[in-house]
């Protein structure tokens, strides 16, 4: 079945610093969304992209989608302390389902 | 206020219990999941129903048991079947367009312990 890997698992920024995740598939992707899970809550949809080669922003967040479409990456410029949390890539998992990626567990040091 | 709730926020159980993880959605969406995270991991899907008295079997559905009576309503047995059920529960739902994958709205989650 499809994988989806994230690396890195964890990851411990400066604030200020520079983030980026990436997302990748073992098959082609029809589309790929992200996630953001608060410590203690639950995942909250950021964005789906959906053509190759496409960048998305959201203020200090860059979301891309692969040329080949079995990769993604999420760039956060000059993290904060409310960038903290878990990161989740998810790709379609067969009909109506969706495959979660492993996640980056995002910790800013103030 | 749309959104999707679940009940109780934790719950404990004793080793050989049934217990039952409640999942209410009042945002008409057709498609409800559930899925398990367990400490420092991604996301599992347990069972998923596109529509009333339909669904099906997720990744990790050994153990577990769903019902989809009505539209809003997604309930989740954890069976004593389930050799180690502790973990994270989480309910979403989404819109049922067919093969288009459709965002995910996730409840708040319950937290079960077995004791």
């Known amino acids: 079945g499809q994988q989806v890997m994230q690396i890195p698992q964890y990851q411990h920024v400066q604030e200020g610093e520079d983030f980026t995740t990436y997302c990748n598939s073992s098959t082609t992707l029809s589309n790929i969304q992200w996630y953001k899970q608060r410590p203690g809550g639950h995942p909250v949809f950021l964005i789906q992209?959906?053509?190759?080669?496409e960048v998305k922003k959201q203020k200090r967040l860059t979301f891309q989608f692969g040329e080949a479409k079995k990769n993604s990456s999420l760039h956060i410029t000059a993290t904060q302390t409310t960038d903290v949390g878990t990161y989740f890539c998810a790709g379609p998992g067969g009909y109506q389902k969706v495959t979660f990626g492993t996640g980056t567990k995002l910790q800013v040091i103030p | 206020d749309g959104g999707i709730t679940q009940s109780p926020k934790y719950l404990f159980r004793k080793e050989g219990q049934n217990v039952t993880l409640s999942c209410e959605q009042n945002?008409?969406?057709?498609?409800m999941y559930w899925y398990r995270q367990d400490p420092g991991q991604g996301l599992r899907l347990i069972y998923y129903?596109?529509?009333?008295?339909?669904?099906q079997k997720g990744d990790i559905a050994k153990g577990y048991s769903v019902s989809r009576e009505k539209k809003e309503s997604f309930p989740l047995t954890v069976t004593s079947a389930q050799k180690n059920p502790t973990a994270f529960y989480l309910c979403a739902s989404s819109t049922d367009r067919g093969v288009r994958t459709d965002t995910q709205y996730f409840g708040p989650g319950t937290r079960l312990t077995v004791l």
């Open positions: 129903s596109q529509i009333v008295n339909d669904f």
């Open positions: 992209l959906v053509k190759s080669g």
């Open positions: 945002l008409n969406h057709d498609a």
